[in-house]
Each structure stands twice: as C-alpha cells, then as structure tokens.
C-alpha cells in the first residue's frame, strides 16, 4: 500500500499530521461549510479543501464589501459624532 504521507518527522522537526487527525479536521470542516452540511451527504477530501477555499474567498470579498459600505458611511456623517467613532473603529479592526 503506497501512501504519500510519511509517518516520520519532517526535516523541520516537527511531526506531520495523522491520518486520524486529517479525518477529524474533514469533518469539522463538512459541518461548517454551507454547501457541504446542506447536502448531508459524504463529500470526497477534495470536494471539502475546495469548497473551503471557495467559501474562505467568499468571506474575504463578504469583509471588503462590508469595509467599502462602512467607508462610505462615515463619508456621509459628521466626523466628530459617535456613529464616526463606531465606523472608525470597526474599519481599523
């Protein structure tokens, strides 16, 4: 049986992940994905690392939308009041 995995230590020292490990990580990530726990069905590893990459871009351009609106905001309000101060430090977050 060929596995791409070694079991040894890396060069760096460190340990690399096991199988059980992998296998638990697959599942946390199953649930939190929208598409994939929607489905409720079993999802191949690949299908996950890609659905998970899509819904990490996803959430990034979610957060850049989000920071134009809130830039756009505080153009619109008076810059001393509190909601500027709210606006501010959600921006800088």
Same mark, same amino acid.
């Given at each position: ?5 070694? @079991?040894? #230590? &890396? %060069? +760096? *020292? ?12 697959? +599942? =946390?990530l199953r649930r939190i994905l929208p =598409?994939? /726990?929607? %489905? *409720? @069905?079993?999802? =191949?590893?690949? =299908? ?7 819904? !990490?871009? &996803?959430? /990034? ?7 134009? @609106?809130l830039f756009q905001l505080l153009g619109? !309000?008076?810059?001393? &009041? #509190?909601?500027?101060?709210? !606006? @501010? %430090?959600?921006?800088?977050?």
């Amino acid at each position: 049986m060929s596995n791409r995995r070694s @079991r040894q #230590p &890396s %060069s +760096s *020292g460190s340990s690399r992940i096991s199988d059980d490990q992998i296998v638990d990580l697959l +599942s =946390k990530l199953r649930r939190i994905l929208p =598409k994939i /726990h929607d %489905s *409720g @069905r079993s999802s =191949k590893v690949s =299908k996950v690392l890609q659905e998970t990459c899509n819904y !990490i871009r &996803s959430l /990034h351009r979610e957060v850049d939308d989000l920071s134009e @609106r809130l830039f756009q905001l505080l153009g619109t !309000i008076d810059a001393d &009041s #509190p909601e500027a101060t709210i !606006i @501010r %430090s959600l921006i800088l977050q």
